[in-house]
C-alpha cells in the first residue's frame, strides 16, 4: 500500500449545510458569527458526530432585544422544514411559578384535572413538523432567566439526557431536537460597548475595517459570556453546546431588516384571501423617514417592525378596505415634507400578473423606469 500525503480543508462543509448557510445568511441580518455557530452544530449533527442520548445541540442565545434571536431560530425552521411556525415556543416567563409546570408535562394520574391537562411537550408536538428529509425537532425556551426552579430542574434534564419523563410516565425523546435558550442577559453591557464614544473612538467606530470589526466582535461575545456565567450556575453553562452571541443591529443592517420586512408586506398582500393583489414601491426618502420612526437601538428590529406596521401596513389596509386599490395597481408610498408621513399614490393600474412580477422581479425604480413600465403595460393587455 502506498502511503499518501493527501492534505485536506477541514474548513469546508458538505452541500446541505452549505446550503443552510446561503439560506440563513439571506433571511438574518447582521449576526454572520452567530449563524455561522448555528450552521457548525448542525454540519455536526449530518456528519453523525452529535453526542448520542442528548439533544442535537442545547445553543444559549445572548443580545440585545430586537437583534434576532427569535428570528433565527425561526429562520432555521424556514430553511430547513421550509416553515418558520415549526418551532415549539415556551415563553418562560408564563412559568414563573412552580405549579404551573403541568402545563409543559401534564398533571400526575389522581391529581385534580388530569384528564383537561395535556402536556405541551409530547412526542407527537415534538414530531409532528418532521419531514421526509429532515428529521429535527425546534425547541425554544424563550427568556430563560424567568423561569421557576421547577422549569429549571426539568430543563437541566432534558440538557443532559435528552429525555423527558410526563405526568402519566411516559417519555419523550429529545435526542431529534435542537434546543434554543434565549436571553437578554448581559444586553446593557454589549449596547454600551457596540454604540460609538464621543471623540476619537467614535471616529474609530465608523471607519469599516475587519479588524476593528473582529476585535467588537470578541470583545461582545466575552462581555455576553460573562454575564451569564454570572448569573446561571455552573451545571446549566456545563450542558450548553455552544454560548451564541448576537450583536446589537446598526443603522445600515436595520436598512437591510427594513427591506426585508417590505418585501414580508409585499407576500401578505399578493397572498391576501381578499384577491385583491397590487404591488407597491417604498421610495429612499420613504424608507428614511420608516428608519428614523423606528430606530432605537434599545429596542433594534422590533420597534422598526411596530413603525412600518403603523405607518405603512395600517394605511395599506385603509387604502383596501374603502376600495381606493384595485387588483393590478402600483402604488408609490413616498415621503410627504410637509406632512411629515407618508402619501401614498396610484401610478399604474389594471398590471396583470406577469406586469406584477415583472415589476418585483426588478425592485422597481419609479424615478427612471415608470415611463417604461407605463408604455410596456398600455401595449400589453396582459390578463
Same mark, same amino acid.
Given at each position: 500500500?502506498?502511503?499518501?500525503?493527501?492534505?485536506?480543508?477541514?474548513?469546508? &462543509? %458538505?452541500?446541505?449545510? +452549505?446550503?443552510?448557510?446561503? =439560506? *440563513?445568511?439571506?433571511?438574518? @441580518?447582521?449576526?454572520?458569527? $452567530? /449563524?455561522?455557530?448555528?450552521?457548525?452544530?448542525?454540519?455536526?449533527?449530518?456528519?453523525?458526530?452529535?453526542?448520542?442520548?442528548?439533544?442535537?445541540?442545547?445553543?444559549?442565545?445572548?443580545?440585545? &432585544? %430586537?437583534?434576532?434571536? +427569535?428570528?433565527?431560530?425561526? =429562520? *432555521?425552521?424556514?430553511?430547513? @422544514?421550509?416553515?418558520?411556525? $415549526? /418551532?415549539?415556543?415556551?415563553?418562560?416567563?408564563?412559568?414563573?411559578?412552580?405549579?404551573?409546570?403541568?402545563?409543559?408535562?401534564?398533571?400526575?394520574?389522581?391529581?385534580?384535572?388530569?384528564?383537561? &391537562?395535556?402536556?405541551?411537550?409530547?412526542?407527537?408536538?415534538?414530531?409532528?413538523?418532521?419531514?421526509?428529509?429532515?428529521?429535527?425537532?425546534? /425547541?425554544?425556551?424563550?427568556?430563560?432567566?424567568?423561569?421557576?426552579?421547577?422549569?429549571?430542574?426539568?430543563?437541566?434534564?432534558?440538557?443532559?439526557?435528552?429525555?423527558?419523563?410526563?405526568?402519566?410516565?411516559?417519555?419523550?425523546?429529545?435526542?431529534?431536537?435542537?434546543?434554543?435558550?434565549?436571553?437578554?442577559?448581559?444586553?446593557?453591557?454589549?449596547?454600551?460597548?457596540?454604540?460609538?464614544?464621543?471623540?476619537?473612538?467614535?471616529?474609530?467606530?465608523?471607519?469599516?475595517?475587519?479588524?476593528?470589526?473582529?476585535?467588537?466582535?470578541?470583545?461582545?461575545?466575552?462581555?455576553?459570556?460573562?454575564?451569564?456565567?454570572?448569573?446561571?450556575?455552573?451545571?446549566?453553562?456545563?450542558?450548553?453546546?455552544?454560548?451564541?452571541?448576537?450583536?446589537?443591529?446598526?443603522?445600515?443592517?436595520?436598512?437591510?431588516?427594513?427591506?426585508?420586512?417590505?418585501?414580508?408586506?409585499?407576500?401578505?398582500?399578493?397572498?391576501?384571501?381578499?384577491?385583491?393583489?397590487?404591488?407597491?414601491?417604498?421610495?429612499?426618502?420613504?424608507?428614511?423617514?420608516?428608519?428614523?420612526?423606528?430606530?432605537?437601538?434599545?429596542?433594534?428590529?422590533?420597534?422598526?417592525?411596530?413603525?412600518?406596521?403603523?405607518?405603512?401596513?395600517?394605511?395599506?389596509?385603509?387604502?383596501?378596505?374603502?376600495?381606493?386599490?384595485?387588483?393590478?395597481?402600483?402604488?408609490?408610498?413616498?415621503?410627504?415634507?410637509?406632512?411629515?408621513?407618508?402619501?401614498?399614490?396610484?401610478?399604474?393600474?389594471?398590471?396583470?400578473?406577469?406586469?406584477?412580477?415583472?415589476?418585483?422581479?426588478?425592485?422597481?425604480?419609479?424615478?427612471?423606469?415608470?415611463?417604461?413600465?407605463?408604455?410596456?403595460?398600455?401595449?400589453?393587455?396582459?390578463?
Amino acid at each position: 500500500m502506498s502511503q499518501l500525503q493527501i492534505p485536506l480543508d477541514p474548513t469546508r &462543509t %458538505g452541500a446541505d449545510a +452549505t446550503s443552510l448557510h446561503h =439560506a *440563513l445568511h439571506g433571511m438574518v @441580518v447582521g449576526q454572520d458569527e $452567530a /449563524v455561522d455557530q448555528i450552521v457548525d452544530v448542525y454540519q455536526m449533527h449530518l456528519a453523525g458526530m452529535s453526542d448520542p442520548g442528548r439533544p442535537i445541540a442545547n445553543l444559549l442565545l445572548l443580545g440585545p &432585544t %430586537g437583534s434576532g434571536k +427569535t428570528r433565527t431560530v425561526e =429562520a *432555521l425552521a424556514e430553511a430547513l @422544514v421550509n416553515n418558520p411556525q $415549526a /418551532v415549539i415556543k415556551i415563553d418562560c416567563g408564563e412559568f414563573q411559578h412552580s405549579h404551573e409546570i403541568a402545563k409543559l408535562i401534564g398533571s400526575p394520574p389522581g391529581y385534580l384535572g388530569h384528564r383537561e &391537562t395535556h402536556a405541551a411537550l409530547n412526542q407527537r408536538e415534538l414530531d409532528k413538523y418532521h419531514t421526509d428529509n429532515v428529521q429535527v425537532s425546534f /425547541v425554544l425556551f424563550d427568556e430563560i432567566e424567568k423561569a421557576s426552579d421547577a422549569l429549571w430542574n426539568l430543563l437541566l434534564g432534558i440538557l443532559d439526557k435528552g429525555v423527558l419523563t410526563l405526568g402519566d410516565n411516559s417519555r419523550v425523546d429529545f435526542s431529534r431536537c435542537m434546543i434554543f435558550m434565549t436571553s437578554n442577559i448581559g444586553a446593557a453591557e454589549m449596547e454600551a460597548i457596540a454604540t460609538p464614544k464621543l471623540g476619537f473612538d467614535a471616529r474609530l467606530a465608523n471607519v469599516k475595517s475587519d479588524k476593528i470589526d473582529e476585535k467588537l466582535t470578541r470583545k461582545l461575545a466575552k462581555t455576553g459570556e460573562d454575564a451569564a456565567r454570572r448569573r446561571f450556575t455552573p451545571e446549566f453553562i456545563n450542558r450548553i453546546d455552544k454560548l451564541v452571541v448576537f450583536k446589537p443591529l446598526d443603522e445600515p443592517e436595520l436598512r437591510r431588516v427594513l427591506d426585508i420586512e417590505l418585501t414580508n408586506v409585499q407576500k401578505r398582500i399578493l397572498h391576501s384571501p381578499l384577491e385583491k393583489p397590487f404591488v407597491f414601491n417604498v421610495t429612499d426618502p420613504a424608507k428614511s423617514f420608516l428608519l428614523a420612526q423606528g430606530t432605537d437601538r434599545r429596542y433594534g428590529a422590533r420597534h422598526l417592525k411596530r413603525a412600518i406596521e403603523r405607518l405603512l401596513v395600517r394605511p395599506l389596509s385603509n387604502l383596501i378596505a374603502s376600495d381606493q386599490v384595485s387588483s393590478g395597481d402600483l402604488i408609490q408610498v413616498d415621503f410627504n415634507e410637509d406632512a411629515r408621513s407618508l402619501s401614498f399614490t396610484r401610478k399604474a393600474e389594471g398590471l396583470g400578473v406577469t406586469g406584477m412580477a415583472r415589476i418585483l422581479r426588478k425592485g422597481i425604480d419609479i424615478s427612471s423606469m415608470y415611463s417604461e413600465a407605463a408604455a410596456y403595460f398600455r401595449q400589453a393587455s396582459i390578463p
